[in-house]
Nanobody
Framework: QVQMVESGGGSVQPGGSLRLTCVTS????????NSWFRQAPGKEREAVAA???????KYADPAKGRFNISQDNAKNTLYLQLNMLKPEDTGTYYC?????????????????????WGQGTQVTVSS
């Protein structure tokens, strides 16, 4: 049974930081492309960042320079460091996984690309 459990969300002021964690089990983590998505109220779910088995990374434009995706392959765990947070970063953050190769040259960034999802963790940025 596949499980993806996010944690680390919370409420912060603009400019603050959070570290999100996604603990996974039930699938061969190193054989999957693992990513973070987010969904703001009333908006579509969008990709934030993705990472491949060799630690190559891909960021959506809003995340570049502020967020950092990382992983611990030994623990089947995915992380997302959120820095310099803005009110528009508010939303529910999800980890997701899709089987097969990803990396420079092809990054799955559409919601429909992914078959495994966590339940989400809420991030609220407000003064």
């Amino acid at each position: 049974q596949v499980q993806m459990v996010e944690s680390g969300g919370g409420s912060v002021q603009p400019g603050g930081s959070l570290r999100l964690t996604c603990v996974t089990s039930g699938y061969p983590y190193n054989e999957y492309c693992n990513s973070w998505f987010r969904q703001a109220p009333g908006k579509e779910r969008e990709a934030v960042a993705a990472i491949d088995r060799e630690d190559s990374k891909k960021y959506a434009d809003p995340a570049k320079g502020r967020f950092n995706i990382s992983q611990d392959n030994a623990k089947n765990t995915l992380y997302l460091q959120l820095n310099m947070l803005k009110p528009e970063d508010t939303g529910t953050y999800y980890c997701a996984a899709v089987g097969g190769w990803c990396g420079p040259g092809w990054w799955p960034l559409a919601r429909t690309d992914y078959g495994y999802w966590g339940q989400g963790t809420q991030v609220t940025v407000s003064s």
